[in-house]
């Protein structure tokens, strides 16, 4: 479980290909419904979230195809891997995401998954649009030349 340097979250899973495949104009951050197999499994820091997505449905905001793998130690409590979990969010949240995603064409992607300094299990939910392939060319080309850039600044001292 790695930990970050900025506030003492401790990350347990990162999307990292979120911000190449989409252009995320917002994010926010909610808490998932866990059962405590589940809860177990995460601090051992094995899940996956960059497959899944989240869908507004009848009020609610769902948490689909995130991979949270059975602890191995809760026997015939353990939990089903890739079930739908609901996220916690104020009505007025997900009323907001609902809104995005069926007018706008918006898609809630799950870009952290993340204990707090408490030790409560938080999702960074984004809210993106899908890059068309000249759009990630594009990123490619900037991250490409800032790298070069910072590279030319240190040789020159």
Do not use: C
Request: glycine share 8%; hydrophobic share 35%.
């Amino acid at each position: 479980m790695a930990k970050s340097k900025d506030d003492g979250r401790k990350v347990v899973a990162e999307n990292r290909k979120a911000r190449y495949s989409y252009a995320i104009s917002d994010t926010l951050e909610a808490g998932i419904s866990l059962l405590g197999s589940e809860v177990k499994s995460l601090r051992s820091g094995k899940a996956t979230i960059a497959e899944s997505y989240a869908q507004a449905k009848d009020g609610n905001v769902l948490l689909i195809n995130a991979n949270i793998p059975e602890y191995g130690k809760a026997n015939r409590f353990n939990h089903e891997p890739k079930r739908v979990r609901k996220l916690l969010l104020h009505k007025r949240e997900s009323a907001r995401l609902a809104q995005a995603t069926q007018r706008e064409g918006m898609t809630l992607i799950p870009l952290r998954l993340y204990f707090t300094p408490k030790g409560i299990a938080k999702l960074e939910l984004g809210i993106a649009k899908g890059k068309k392939l000249h759009d990630k060319r594009e990123t490619e080309k900037q991250r490409d030349w800032t790298r070069q850039k910072a590279r030319l600044m240190r040789d020159r001292g």
